[in-house]
């Protein structure tokens, strides 16, 4: 279940959503976000993923998720770069297309 993971989503102070994802070194899946209704489509959900790749992206970590193929949200991470790398009877196994890079010593040399 991963509860470790999990940070409650926050409004000013009122609770409105789950966001839950494993960090574990290299490889980071993002299991679980969840929103109050009268919160979707305000951009809360768009600011997470951002934040969250962006994290990843810093960390050289690739970044996968899965969901249901019923899931509106598919549309949403395929927006966000998600391809889909397997698919299982209900749900898609995606994963963010930016591989993840940490440029070695020698690209950070001058070649003069």
């Known amino acids: 279940m991963r509860f470790e ?3 409650i989503v926050c409004l000013e102070t009122k ?9 574990d070194g290299a490889e980071w899946k993002l299991v679980q976000i969840v929103l109050a209704p ?8 768009t600011s997470l993923i951002n934040r969250l790749i962006a994290e990843a992206r810093a960390n050289g ?3 996968s998720l899965s ?3 019923s899931n509106p949200a598919l549309t949403l991470y395929k927006r966000f770069g998600f391809v889909v ?13 930016a591989q993840a890079f940490r440029p070695s010593a ?3 040399s001058s070649h003069g």
């Open 5 to 7: 993971c999990a940070e």
């Open 15 to 23: 609770p409105v959503g789950l966001f839950k994802v494993a960090r």
């Open 38 to 45: 009268e919160i979707q489509g305000q951009g809360l959900g």
């Open 61 to 63: 970590a690739a970044l």
């Open 67 to 69: 969901v249901l193929k």
């Open 85 to 97: 790398v397997g698919e299982e009877e209900h749900a898609y196994e995606m994963r963010h297309r």
């Open 106 to 108: 020698s690209e950070h």
